[in-house]
């Protein structure tokens, strides 16, 4: 993102804040009444049709919303504890690099569990948005709701998993202590294990943290000061860019996981790697769901594509149609046909 880009962006944010405190509202003046002239002036006699070749043409006004009327942007950054301790001896010795010890390896701990919370967290996010630059996604408003409320319940359970991973933390460190003490011995390494790599409870607590903003999308309106209209240009072409690559981001989400099930169900009834499973369609279907809320185009073509999709995939998503791709090679044959049809079409507004 350019220069031009992030201060649009930080003006609306400020201008957001300001808003947000102490600010009384404009009245809203009235068409007419006191103060306000009447227009005792003749009607304006309406505009004919304009003709094109024998073919009457009505100018009719399309509204085409902005990004910033569609979408909302929004950041969120995660802080968590690392597993991991440089070894300084283990280091020396090396002499090519540092070496570190790897702290409660496996996932069976409270460790690992919290930070997989806080994982969710952002897997949530990227898959319910579409990207504006690193770091900063766009939301579609009309999931604004729907979307913040998933959010909010997974930032509650990473918390509570803090909580929770706060108060075991001594029998997490002394279990792992114990899992590197007996490693030490079969490596002959006594210093392997040591209390010291651990952080007390407090550190360990502010190791932890979600940082989420939401700030408006930038127009080239949002600027305090005159810009030239080079700089305006630009400003609206990134814009463009961003619409732009929402789609292609849409649409790449729907062919990647179809180009999967043509592999999959490509591959023949009875021989190595051909066991269907329910999930192939339940992601599908997943997936379709998903690039309806978070597609911001105004494309016909864009929500065509979708709407093809779920057409598409909606006969396999019951029991039956699930039992058919698991038992009937010509199903599974008919099927591939049709998604990789799908798929030639979407890679064509790619």
Same mark, same amino acid.
């Given at each position: 993102?350019? @220069?031009?880009?992030?201060?649009?962006?930080?003006?609306?944010?400020?201008?957001?804040?300001?808003?947000?405190?102490?600010?009384?509202?404009?009245?809203?003046?009235?068409?007419?009444?006191?103060?306000?002239?009447?227009?005792?002036?003749?009607?304006?006699?309406?505009?004919? /049709?304009?003709?094109?070749?024998?073919?009457?043409?009505?100018?009719?006004?399309?509204?085409?919303?902005?990004?910033?009327?569609?979408?909302?942007?929004?950041? $969120?950054?995660?802080? %968590?504890?690392?597993?991991?301790?440089?070894?300084?001896?283990?280091?020396?010795?090396?002499?090519?690099?540092?070496?570190?010890?790897?702290?409660?390896?496996?996932?069976?701990?409270?460790?690992?569990?919290?930070?997989?919370?806080?994982?969710?967290?952002?897997?949530?996010?990227? #898959?319910?948005? &579409?990207?504006?630059?690193?770091?900063?996604? %766009?939301?579609?408003?009309?999931?604004?709701?729907?979307?913040?409320?998933?959010?909010?319940?997974?930032?509650?359970?990473?918390? *509570?998993?803090?909580?929770?991973?706060?108060?075991?933390?001594?029998?997490? $460190?002394?279990?792992?202590?114990?899992?590197?003490?007996?490693?030490?011995?079969?490596?002959?390494?006594?210093?392997?294990?040591?209390?010291?790599?651990? /952080?007390? $409870?407090?550190?360990?607590?502010?190791?932890?943290?979600?940082?989420?903003?939401?700030?408006?999308?930038?127009?080239?309106?949002?600027? *305090? &000061?005159?810009?030239?209209? #080079?700089?305006? #240009?630009?400003?609206?072409?990134?814009?463009?860019?961003?619409? $732009?690559?929402? @789609?292609?981001?849409?649409?790449?989400?729907?062919?990647?996981?179809?180009? *999967?099930?043509?592999?999959?169900?490509?591959? /023949?009834?009875?021989?190595?790697?051909?066991?269907?499973?329910?999930?192939?369609?339940? @992601?599908?279907?997943?997936?379709?769901?998903? %690039?309806?809320?978070?597609?911001?185009?105004?494309?016909? %073509?864009?929500?065509?594509?979708?709407?093809?999709?779920?057409?598409?995939?909606?006969?396999?998503?019951?029991?039956?149609?699930?039992?058919?791709?698991?038992?009937?090679?010509?199903?599974?044959?008919?099927?591939?046909?049709?998604?990789?049809?799908?798929?030639?079409?979407?890679?064509?507004?790619?």
């Amino acid at each position: 993102m350019n @220069n031009i880009l992030q201060n649009a962006i930080n003006n609306a944010v400020e201008q957001e804040s300001i808003l947000g405190e102490n600010t009384t509202p404009t009245p809203i003046v009235p068409p007419t009444g006191q103060g306000v002239p009447l227009d005792t002036s003749p009607p304006t006699p309406p505009v004919p /049709p304009t003709t094109t070749k024998g073919a009457i043409v009505n100018k009719i006004a399309i509204n085409i919303k902005g990004l910033d009327e569609k979408a909302v942007l929004i950041s $969120v950054k995660r802080n %968590m504890y690392s597993p991991y301790k440089l070894d300084q001896e283990e280091s020396r010795q090396y002499g090519a690099g540092n070496v570190n010890k790897h702290l409660f390896e496996g996932r069976d701990n409270r460790v690992k569990a919290t930070i997989s919370k806080f994982t969710d967290v952002y897997v949530y996010v990227k #898959e319910n948005t &579409v990207p504006w630059t690193t770091g900063v996604d %766009m939301l579609n408003m009309n999931h604004y709701m729907e979307f913040t409320s998933g959010l909010r319940k997974l930032v509650d359970d990473a918390y *509570r998993s803090v909580d929770t991973l706060c108060l075991f933390w001594q029998d997490e $460190v002394d279990a792992d202590l114990e899992r590197l003490g007996q490693i030490a011995i079969a490596k002959g390494k006594p210093n392997l294990a040591n209390a010291n790599d651990y /952080p007390d $409870v407090d550190e360990l607590r502010s190791k932890f943290g979600i940082n989420i903003r939401y700030m408006p999308v930038p127009t080239t309106g949002d600027f *305090r &000061v005159g810009i030239s209209d #080079e700089d305006k #240009e630009s400003l609206q072409q990134q814009l463009d860019d961003a619409e $732009v690559n929402a @789609n292609q981001h849409v649409l790449q989400s729907m062919i990647v996981p179809l180009q *999967r099930a043509i592999a999959k169900l490509s591959v /023949p009834i009875g021989t190595d790697g051909s066991v269907f499973r329910d999930t192939l369609v339940d @992601n599908l279907v997943e997936v379709t769901e998903r %690039m309806n809320k978070i597609n911001i185009s105004d494309d016909a %073509m864009m929500q065509g594509s979708i709407d093809d999709l779920r057409d598409l995939i909606s006969p396999y998503a019951s029991e039956r149609g699930k039992d058919l791709l698991r038992s009937s090679q010509t199903s599974r044959e008919q099927a591939v046909t049709k998604i990789d049809t799908l798929v030639r079409n979407m890679s064509g507004l790619v």
